[in-house]
């Protein structure tokens, strides 16, 4: 079992930055591919962004192509998610995940609780 605390969510304007971290425990965060997704009010939950197990392959949303960046840190176990030029759409909660196959479509076996980020226009 695998167990994800997303953290570093808040209200910030448009047009401003915010850092998600994804601090995972139970087991080596290097077995898995991470991600990201989120869940809008009144909207599914859809695929952001994802980073496999080495950090070599990179996937993205196109919503987010050149603003968000993922990166990770097996040896501190941790996934980061790296958000500029926010727009009011990027409102969601948002969830990490681990698992392979997760800009595809594959359910995640694992889920974080999730965390709020809301941009103001």
């Known amino acids: 079992q695998v167990q994800l605390v997303e953290s570093g969510g808040g209200l910030v304007q448009a047009g401003g930055s915010l850092r998600l971290s994804c601090a995972a425990s139970?087991?080596?965060?290097?077995?898995?591919?991470m991600g990201w997704f989120r869940q809008a009010p009144g909207k599914e939950r859809e695929f952001v962004i994802a980073?496999?197990?080495?950090?070599?392959?990179?996937d993205y949303a196109d919503s987010v192509k050149g603003r968000f960046a993922i990166s990770r840190d097996n040896a501190k176990n941790t996934v980061f998610l790296e958000m500029n030029s926010l727009k009011p759409e990027d409102t969601a909660v948002y969830y990490c995940?681990?698992?392979?196959?997760?800009?595809?479509?594959?359910?995640?076996?694992?889920w974080g609780q999730g965390t709020q980020v809301t941009v103001s226009s």
């Open positions: 995940a681990a698992g392979d196959g997760l800009a595809y479509g594959v359910p995640p076996p694992y």
């Open positions: 139970g087991r080596p965060l290097s077995r898995y591919a």
């Open positions: 980073i496999s197990r080495n950090g070599n392959r990179k």
